[in-house]
């Protein structure tokens, strides 16, 4: 089993920025890759970005540039920089952790999310 928890989120005006931080626990040895997913009301779930364990990213087009994924030596947790947010980041962003099973497939598991509020 692994725990993910995140920190960081908040309001921030147009332009500011945010680090959020997701901290994983348990059993870390069996994490595949951490990323960030954003969810607005009414909408599903989206990627933000991925950090494979081998050092690999992987964002998507609408944040390359302002979004920065990066973790630590320990590969138990992963951070999202955030620079020049706009009201349309403003999102509940969760954390997730794709694991891998004794036979080698990739399950996934998720924080219990954190609140980015972008508004002046």
């Known amino acids: 089993q692994v725990q993910l928890v995140e920190f960081g989120g908040g309001l921030v005006q147009p332009g500011g920025s945010l680090r959020l931080s997701c901290v994983a626990s348990?059993?870390?040895?069996?994490?595949?890759?951490l990323g960030w997913y954003l969810q607005r009301p009414g909408e599903q779930r989206q990627l933000v970005a991925i950090?494979?364990?081998?050092?690999?990213?992987q964002y998507v087009d609408r944040v390359k540039g302002r979004v920065t994924i990066s973790g630590n030596n320990a590969k138990d947790t992963v951070y999202l920089q955030m620079d020049n947010l706009q009201p349309g980041d403003t999102a509940v962003y969760y954390c997730?952790?794709?694991?891998?099973?004794?036979?080698?497939?990739?399950?996934?598991?998720w924080g219990q999310g954190t609140q980015v509020t972008v508004s002046s």
């Open positions: 997730h952790a794709g694991l891998r099973s004794d036979g080698g497939r990739i399950y996934g598991t």
């Open positions: 348990g059993k870390t040895s069996v994490i595949n890759h």
């Open positions: 950090l494979a364990t081998n050092g690999n990213t």
